[in-house]
């Protein structure tokens, strides 16, 4: 359990680094591209502190937590139809 709190706690302290960053170097770009930065840096963070589903979308507003469950299942029904084909394609080859 302290390992968790020790990843949660270092994982809080990269977040507000990027956000004093922000702060300091305001870029003049539209909102949507700061917002579509900010969520990029989020899901390199996220694969680094290997954070949960729950997590992620605990710090997403609840929409953009929708849109990240729905790329997710696609890309699982896509991982799963790729794999599907090539078992498919496997025994065909085997028949002959």
């Known amino acids: 359990m302290a390992a968790n709190t020790d990843a949660f706690r270092r994982f809080q302290e990269e977040l507000a680094a990027l956000d004093r960053a922000a702060q300091q170097h305001p870029a003049p770009n539209s909102q949507e591209a700061e917002m579509s930065r900010a969520k990029s840096e989020f899901l390199l963070l996220r694969k680094r502190y290997n954070l949960s589903?729950?997590?992620?979308?605990?710090?997403?507003?609840?929409?953009?937590?929708?849109?990240?469950?729905?790329?997710?299942?696609?890309?699982?029904?896509?991982g799963a139809r790729r794999a599907g084909k090539r078992q498919a394609a496997s025994k065909t080859k085997t028949k002959t």
Do not use: N
Request: hydrophobic share 45%; no cysteine; charged share 25%.
């Open 53 to 78: 589903v729950a997590d992620v979308i605990a710090f997403f507003p609840q929409e953009d937590g929708i849109e990240y469950l729905r790329q997710i299942i696609a890309e699982s029904e896509h």
